[in-house]
């Protein structure tokens, strides 16, 4: 499955901005999808995942803030973050794999697909 990802800018903090995450190849039914970010400096850290249950897991530092949701008509995840705050800003990436269990959908390594990230800024 190819994934492109897009919706980055630049938001204010408070402010609200969607992430899409677009599938191609494959539908994303059978996968687990994940959103996963990269600050300067900093490691890759996840962020949101939709197991193929449908059950959604969030780092707890977005949780309340940020959801993520699958559009099956169009092929496309979403991540809205809401309430976002400076320290959201970094590049966000989406990923998926089909064969993923649930103990690891927080780690990165984990995934075998990827999109080639999307530029998040929060600033005022």
């Known amino acids: 499955v190819q994934l492109q990802a897009s919706g980055g800018g630049l938001v204010q903090p408070g402010g609200s901005l969607r992430l899409s995450c677009v599938a191609s190849?494959?539908?994303?039914?059978?996968?687990?999808v994940g959103w996963f970010r990269q600050a300067p400096g900093k490691e890759r850290e996840f962020v949101a995942a939709r197991f193929r249950s449908g059950n959604t897991y969030y780092a707890d530092s977005v949780k309340g803030r940020f959801a993520i949701s699958r559009d099956s008509a169009k092929n496309t995840v979403f991540l809205q973050m809401n309430r976002v705050e400076p320290d959201d800003t970094a590049v966000y990436y989406c990923a998926a794999d089909n064969s993923l269990i649930l103990s690891s959908i927080r780690f990165a390594s984990a995934y075998d697909h990827w999109g080639q990230g999307t530029q998040v800024t929060v600033s005022s």
């Open positions: 190849g494959h539908t994303f039914s059978r996968y687990v």
